[in-house]
C-alpha cells in the first residue's frame, strides 16, 4: 500500500507564475489536509478537504490560493502570482475519516525566485 | 489556539531520558505526536484520545491528561536515530473535522 504521494518534490517559480501542487492519498483515504512549513518553522494548517468539497479553509491565505479535491485524481493545492514569501515546504497529509490517523507525504518544496 | 511545546530545545547523550510537553489553552479532543528530520516529511509516532490513555511504543510513550489539557512524550534511553523536532498536534474537537493545529516544535539532538 503505496503512502501519501506528492509531487513535484522540489518546484521552482519565478515571481508572478503560477504552482501546482499535487497530493494523491493513501489508498482508501478520502480526507486530504494541507499544509505549509516555513524555513525553521512548525507546520500551519491551510486547508482540510474530502471527496469534491472544502470543508474548512480557515488557514488559508484569501487571495492567489486555492485548493480543490476532485472526484477523480489528486488533491491540487494552486498558488497563483508567487511572491517570495510563499517559498515554504508544502505538505499533505490524508486519513480514511476525520479523526483518524494522519499521514504525510514527502512535501513540495517550493523556491521562488 | 496554537499549543505551547516546551522545551523548544534539549541536547542529550545517548542513554538519557528526556520528556516533551504540549499544552493547550482549550480542552482537547485527540493529542498526535510526530517527529521531523531536517528535510524530511512529519514521522507519526502516537495518537493519544480523550479520556487519559497513555501509549508507548518501545521507548517512547505519552500521556494525556485532559483536565490539565495538556500531553507529554517520554523519550527514554535516547538513541542517536531519535534526534529531530518534535511536534505535538491538537485537535480541539471531534466536530472540526480532524484538523491538527501543531505546536512550534521541540528539537531534539542526541549525540554520541
Known amino acids: 500500500n503505496a503512502g501519501v504521494m506528492q509531487n513535484p518534490r522540489h518546484l521552482v517559480r519565478r515571481r508572478g507564475q503560477e504552482a501546482r501542487l499535487r497530493c494523491s492519498p493513501m489508498k482508501g483515504h478520502s480526507h486530504v489536509y494541507w499544509y505549509r512549513q516555513l524555513p525553521e518553522e512548525g507546520l500551519k494548517f491551510m486547508v482540510y478537504l474530502q471527496k469534491e468539497n472544502i470543508i474548512d479553509e480557515s488557514g488559508m491565505p484569501k487571495e492567489r490560493f486555492s485548493a480543490e479535491f476532485p472526484k477523480e485524481g489528486p488533491s491540487i493545492l494552486r498558488i497563483q502570482q508567487v511572491v517570495r514569501g510563499d517559498s515554504a515546504a508544502y505538505f499533505c497529509?490524508?486519513?480514511?475519516?476525520?479523526?483518524?490517523?494522519?499521514?504525510f507525504g514527502p512535501g513540495t518544496r517550493l523556491t521562488v525566485l | 489556539q496554537q499549543p505551547v511545546q516546551s522545551p523548544q530545545a534539549v541536547i542529550l547523550r545517548e542513554g538519557e531520558d528526556a520528556v516533551i510537553n504540549c499544552s493547550s489553552s482549550?480542552?482537547?479532543?485527540?493529542v498526535h505526536w510526530y517527529r521531523q528530520k531536517h528535510g524530511e516529511a512529519p514521522v507519526f509516532l502516537m495518537i493519544l484520545l480523550k479520556g487519559g490513555e497513555q501509549k508507548g511504543h518501545e521507548k517512547i510513550s505519552a500521556s494525556f491528561n485532559e483536565k490539565k489539557q495538556q500531553s507529554s512524550l517520554y523519550l527514554t534511553a535516547s538513541q542517536l536515530s531519535y534526534s529531530g523536532t518534535y511536534f505535538c498536534g491538537t485537535e480541539i474537537g471531534n466536530n472540526q473535522g480532524g484538523k491538527l493545529i501543531f505546536g512550534q516544535g521541540t528539537e531534539l539532538s542526541v549525540k554520541p
Open positions: 482549550k480542552a482537547l479532543y485527540s
Open positions: 497529509a490524508s486519513s480514511p475519516h476525520p479523526g483518524g490517523l494522519k499521514f
